[in-house]
Structures are given as structure tokens and as C-alpha cells.
Nanobody, 115 residues
């Protein structure tokens, strides 16, 4: 099993910034991609950004140019730097890690952006 613990969510005004962190522990060998998803009330969970073990990122169009994903393999941690936040970024953000055919999820952290 892989355990993922997120931190860094909170309340911020539009235009502000937040940094999310996700630390992985447990059976972390062979983890490939790590990433962040989000789910707003009444909406499906969607990919925000992901990063390969080699550091190649992928972003949703809605966050391109505003969010930056990074990864520290030595610390088994993935980060999401969120700048120029908008009210529509309000959601629960979930950390994800992939290992072989399996997906592992964190418990989620709330991000609320006020207008």
C-alpha cells in the first residue's frame, strides 16, 4: 500500500497563491506518475496536473500558466504551486500516485478562493 498525506490547502482571495504538498510513504517503490486532481461540488473529479518520475509535467488547460507541479523523488513528495487563483479553482484537491495498475489517493485538502 501507498499512503499519501496532503497539506497546504486553505482560504485565499482571488489572485492569491497557495502551495500544496503531498508526501508518499509505505510501498513507494515503482511509483510512476504522481499528480493532483480536484473535485468541486456537483462536478466530477478532474485532473489538474501530473508529473512523471522523470519530471515531465502535464497540465489541464484551465490551469496552464498559473499552476506548477514539481516532484522531489528523494523526499517522495509532489508539490503544486498555485498562482493567480480564481474562484473557479475552489475544490477539494486530491493527491494521486500510480504504481503498476493501481491508483492511490490522499484524503483531500480543501482549497477555497473567494472573489
Amino acid at each position: 500500500q501507498v499512503q499519501l498525506v496532503e497539506s497546504g490547502g486553505g482560504l485565499v482571495q482571488a489572485g492569491g497563491s497557495l502551495r500544496l504538498s503531498c508526501a508518499a510513504s509505505g510501498s513507494i517503490f515503482s511509483i510512476s506518475d504522481m499528480g493532483w486532481y480536484r473535485q468541486a461540488p456537483g462536478k466530477q473529479r478532474e485532473l489538474v496536473a501530473s508529473i512523471t518520475s522523470g519530471g515531465s509535467p502535464t497540465y489541464a488547460d484551465s490551469v496552464l500558466g498559473r499552476f506548477t507541479i514539481s516532484r522531489d523523488n528523494a523526499k517522495n513528495t509532489v508539490y503544486l504551486q498555485m498562482n493567480s487563483l480564481k474562484p473557479e479553482d475552489t475544490a477539494v484537491y486530491y493527491c494521486n500516485a500510480k504504481r503498476s495498475l493501481f491508483d492511490f489517493w490522499g484524503q483531500g485538502t480543501q482549497v477555497t478562493v473567494s472573489s
